[in-house]
């Protein structure tokens, strides 16, 4: 049965060394949450504290009510899926699926009955009396992903589990996790510096970067409405533009650097003369008619299929990436081209240029 996990103001210290900083956050029960963030933020220090790999320093986690600081890892009830498949190569697909109830004295009937039905769900019914190195990666790590729910754990931990596959597999594994942990409802921590990834199967991401938790929300908001620069710079990608806060009222209005002016009806309470930051994505930009908006000049054109990918650089020197839909776009610019843009006001986020955090009214860090 699944269970919400609790993490209530943990730290993990290596000699002077931090790792992570009175951190806290709830995990839903039954909900696919993943912990996101580039090399040595913390996350897979953090998975391993939840499996018990690694001591707490100060702080509590527990399943549901129940406080799992001094249980032994083998009591845990917990799944684990390794970046390295971990199969035993010596054994057949289903003796490998089967290790794990070995020792639960289970009736030969009901370990049977339990391995032939992962297998089934993970599609490896055919191969299951294949030894490891007769099958591709990825079948091997759903070798692993049946090895791991087949105990019908509580919890399941996933570790950079498709780091080692190709982008086809990836792909392909991505969408079998996902509709596997829907189907069985465990609750799920999964660690990746993987952006789209994380976007593509999570039902919340924890943004981590220095051993915190930056932003925690669902893909959607966190990847239209991030909580600091940090955040909208490691999720997709963003053009920081300098702006100021040119006057104030119904509405509020921006100068950018580029010399365009924006009207917001979505940010905080703003004074005239405050100095922010102007986060545009690439398919945030609009082509616009000659002579509106910010005058650039094409740096480099990459035509993608479904978009068109642009290298723009503004008449004060700012270069920024700008995307334009294949099926949209008025037509395609060739690199030396001049080209006018203006931004979708509606979708663009504004950042504090000191704190570095949002200042769109609503938006909050969740942690």
């Given at each position: 049965m699944a269970v919400a996990i609790h993490v209530n103001h943990v730290k993990k210290q290596y000699e002077d060394n931090v790792v992570i900083h009175n951190l806290s956050v709830d995990i839903q029960k039954g909900e696919l949450f993943t912990l996101l963030g580039p090399s040595g933020c913390g996350k897979t220090t953090l998975l391993r504290m939840i499996a018990g790999f690694n001591s707490i320093e100060a702080g509590t986690i527990a399943f549901d009510d129940k406080v799992i600081n001094n249980i032994p890892?083998?009591?845990?009830?917990?799944?684990?899926?390794?970046?390295?498949?971990?199969?035993?190569?010596?054994?057949?697909?289903?003796?490998?699926?089967?290790?794990?109830?070995?020792?639960?004295?289970?009736?030969?009937?009901?370990?049977?009955?339990?391995?032939?039905?992962?297998?089934?769900?993970?599609?490896?019914?055919?191969?299951?009396?294949?030894?490891?190195?007769?099958?591709?990666?990825?079948?091997?790590?759903?070798?692993?992903?049946?090895?791991?729910?087949?105990?019908?754990?509580?919890?399941?931990?996933?570790?950079?589990?498709?780091?080692?596959?190709?982008?086809?597999?990836?792909?392909?594994?991505?969408?079998?996790?996902?509709?596997?942990?829907?189907?069985?409802?465990?609750?799920?921590?999964?660690?990746?510096?993987?952006?789209?990834?994380?976007?593509?199967?999570?039902?919340?991401?924890?943004?981590m970067n220095k051993g915190d938790i930056y932003h925690c929300d669902t893909p959607e908001r966190i990847y239209s409405r991030p909580y600091n620069t940090f955040v909208a710079n490691f999720i997709g990608s963003s053009s920081m533009i300098d702006g100021v806060v040119s006057s104030v009222g119904e509405t509020t209005k921006i100068r950018m650097e580029t010399g365009l002016e924006i009207e917001m009806n979505n940010l905080v309470p703003l004074e005239a003369g405050r100095e922010v930051l102007v986060a545009v994505r690439p398919e945030e930009f609009v082509i616009v008619e000659e002579g509106q908006g910010m005058k650039g000049t094409v740096k480099l054109k990459q035509f993608l299929g479904k978009c068109i990918q642009y290298e723009v650089c503004f008449d004060n020197g700012i270069v920024c990436e700008v995307s334009s839909d294949t099926n949209s776009a008025p037509r395609i610019y060739e690199a030396g081209e001049t080209i006018y843009m203006s931004v979708n006001t509606k979708r663009i986020n504004v950042f504090d240029k000191t704190a570095n955090t949002t200042l769109i009214e609503g938006v909050y860090s969740n942690v």
């Open positions: 890892v083998h009591k845990r009830n917990f799944g684990m899926v390794f970046q390295s498949y971990a199969i035993f190569p010596n054994m057949t697909v289903y003796r490998n699926v089967e290790y794990g109830l070995k020792n639960k004295k289970l009736s030969k009937e009901e370990i049977q009955k339990r391995v032939e039905e992962v297998l089934e769900i993970v599609q490896l019914t055919e191969y299951k009396d294949r030894y490891p190195d007769k099958l591709s990666g990825g079948q091997q790590q759903r070798v692993a992903l049946a090895r791991a729910v087949v105990v019908r754990p509580q919890v399941l931990l996933m570790d950079e589990p498709l780091s080692n596959l190709d982008a086809k597999l990836r792909l392909e594994m991505r969408t079998v996790i996902s509709q596997l942990q829907k189907d069985l409802g465990i609750t799920t921590v999964y660690v990746t510096h993987d952006q789209e990834e994380a976007l593509a199967i999570s039902d919340r991401i924890a943004v």
